[in-house]
């Protein structure tokens, strides 16, 4: 048996299971709901039997034909099995709450993480599964001079520093991060196997609706089109954004040709169910007459060569002086026909849609109004047009420009300009969406975030991740005395919220402009699986609590919040209740008190308040006597609340 099995057993309290969302073990439930004959078991490393597929059954179900050894179209590189495996292993890390970096902790619905990104995902699985609204990245282009990160987690520290050769150019230690050159044999395949996993957890997370725009260049825009095109699905292409980041001339140190572009590649979740704003139309100067009735138009002919010809809508107009016009003498004799019916016609003169005007010969021509602001029925629109593939007017010496303003100096290499993605966010057409960036960089997406909600009124949310990576020495951020890149993006998005309600006080108080900062770090919780024979005997006593030494009641409150699939944004409240701290989480939705010792006085505070689920220390109660009174309590107060022990 266990320890953590016996810590659960005969006390009426269940164990919570703390760590990600387990993808592997959902996917084999879900196959076997369809196929039970293939499920089987095999040992983990703990010896402990698992659900497992029979996958040469699985294909006698899936296949009439086996199709191993027949050449079919494929998109493979090397390591791309592993890159798979890995965006389906758990992990057992979580995230703790920063209280001192962040801003309105208690308020704010904003999120910044600092750790790596694809841990990070990971651990989202379970809180925002199908619930972001977007996804902006902008990660590493691969031009042979930037960084991938490295995710070779199961090697040690000092085995990734050695094999990986983890220094910048001066020899310091670079955080999470390998240099990729161009000169290594598996120099696509390296930055493959970075994204392959972060894309295919990032799916997960979008809502049906949802879209993702990643920027990219040609280094890698090909295999990170192919690669969404396996993870998208390739019905779900959207567009291949081509992005004027330059200004002037263009980039001079490009082959052959000046280059002045990128590209923004855009996947949708389910391209049917995804609707796009559209932008103002450009050509407003056309729009030059104007009436009391419906404001600005202008006058197109009633008579176009181009409308494909139909008898029913060839017919003479009566003019004002009695006389009449047929569709051919409004187009110089050509056979020709009215883009209007009889029946619309009449509503069109009723409702003072036509002009009749005179030409030099004596022939009437008939012209309809086309207002800006109103439609050929009558009814009032929002005169736009589809976007365009080609986004301009938004360059990345503007982004340097307004870090350098926010900052004081430019910090970051190539920053994106804030109205780009504020172009991007601003096609959502959802109410209040929740934006995710898990490259989060300078924190340029959470800026514009910020503007477009001052700018709006809206209540978008932003969710950023970046690493802690080390400033370069002798850099310009370190004299100013930062350490780390995560630093610098928070400072940015404080400094960009202060500019914001400096410029708008009218909105101080009403809008959301902090965030609530986590930072990845191993689990809260000590490993309880070994088995007895493993346990060396002066460890007995370590394994009393299971709680890690250092960690306080709020980084155990949400990593459970994490793990029973809570939001990070929710709002907590901590009260005393008999002198020790209970966690309320969503007015109810969780309860939870972490002391050594809780008294029945406690207990019976939180079951009264009927919370849909408690958690406890397991270690809070001396015996399984005290465990069983604890379910007795919940029983007589409050039944329907799931109580669990940690």
């Known amino acids: 048996m266990t320890t953590e099995q016996y810590k659960g057993e005969h006390t009426g309290l269940d164990l919570l299971k703390v760590g990600s969302k387990d993808v592997f073990t959902d996917n084999i439930s879900k196959i076997g709901q369809l196929f039970p004959e293939v499920l089987t078991e095999k040992r983990d490393k703990h010896g402990r039997l698992r659900p497992a597929i029979d996958f040469e059954k699985l294909k006698q179900f899936l296949s009439e034909e086996i199709v191993d050894g027949r050449e079919s179209y494929e998109f493979t590189w090397v390591g791309k099995r592993e890159a798979i495996a890995e965006a389906g292993r758990p992990t057992t890390k979580t995230l703790r709450p920063n209280l001192d970096e962040s801003i309105d902790f208690d308020k704010s619905e904003n999120i910044f993480i600092t750790g790596d990104n694809l841990e990070v995902l990971k651990i989202l699985q379970e809180s925002y599964l199908g619930k972001i609204d977007m996804i902006y990245i902008d990660p590493p282009y691969n031009t042979g001079k930037d960084f991938v990160y490295s995710d070779k987690f199961q090697k040690t520290d000092e085995e990734l520093k050695e094999e990986m050769e983890l220094l910048d150019e001066e020899g310091h230690q670079v955080v999470g991060l390998t240099k990729n050159e161009k000169t290594s044999a598996r120099y696509h395949s390296d930055w493959l196997n970075m994204m392959y996993p972060r894309l295919r957890l990032a799916r997960n997370l979008l809502k049906d609706s949802g879209v993702i725009f990643i920027s990219i260049d040609d280094n890698e825009q090909s295999n990170l089109k192919a690669i969404c095109d396996e993870i998208f699905g390739e019905e779900n292409f959207v567009a291949n954004l081509v992005w004027l980041n330059k200004e002037g001339g263009g980039s001079s140190d490009s082959k052959l040709f000046r280059l002045k572009h990128e590209y923004i590649l855009c996947y949708s979740k389910s391209i049917d169910l995804l609707e796009i704003n559209g932008v103002e139309i450009t050509n407003i100067d056309r729009y030059v007459l104007s009436d009391e009735i419906r404001g600005k138009y202008y006058l197109q002919k009633l008579g176009m060569g181009s409308i494909q010809y139909s008898e029913s809508l060839d017919y003479p107009i009566e003019c004002p002086d009695g006389t009449f016009v047929t569709p051919s003498q409004n187009n110089s004799g050509q056979k020709a026909c009215w883009r209007w019916s009889k029946e619309k016609l009449k509503w069109g003169i009723d409702n003072e849609y036509l002009i009749f005007k005179k030409d030099k010969n004596g022939i009437w021509t ?281």
Request: hydrophobic fraction near 35%.
């Open 366 to 646: 008939v012209y309809t109004k086309q207002y800006l602001n109103y439609d050929n029925n009558g009814a009032r629109i929002d005169r736009t047009q589809r976007p365009m593939g080609v986004v301009e007017n938004f360059s990345s010496t503007q982004g340097a420009k307004q870090t350098q303003i926010l900052l004081g100096k430019g910090y970051f290499n190539y920053p994106k300009d804030s109205n780009l993605i504020k172009y991007l966010v601003d096609r959502l057409t959802v109410n209040s969406p929740l934006i995710l960036d898990f490259f989060g960089g300078s924190g340029t997406t959470a800026d514009a975030v910020m503007q477009l909600n001052a700018e709006d009124g809206g209540n978008r949310k932003f969710i950023l991740c970046t690493l802690d990576e080390a400033v370069a020495e002798k850099s310009a951020a370190k004299e100013a005395g930062y350490e780390t890149i995560d630093q610098i993006s928070r400072e940015r998005i404080r400094r960009a919220a202060a500019k914001i309600q400096e410029e708008h006080p009218e909105l101080v108080g009403k809008q959301d402009f902090g965030f609530k900062a986590y930072k990845l770090d191993s689990s809260n919780f000590k490993d309880v699986s070994d088995r007895p024979d493993q346990f060396i005997q002066g460890e007995l006593f370590d394994s009393v609590s299971n709680v890690k030494e250092g960690r306080t009641g709020l980084d155990l409150l949400f990593q459970i919040m994490l793990t029973w699939g809570m939001e990070l944004s929710l709002a907590i409240d901590s009260t005393k209740v008999a002198g020790v701290e209970v966690f309320d989480v969503d007015q109810g939705s969780l309860m939870a008190c972490f002391e050594d010792e809780i008294s029945e006085k406690v207990i019976r505070h939180i079951a009264q308040a009927q919370p849909l689920r408690a958690v406890f220390r397991d270690s809070s109660f001396a015996n399984s006597a005290d465990k069983i009174n604890v379910g007795e309590i919940f029983k007589e107060l409050s039944p329907n609340t799931k109580v669990k022990v940690v």
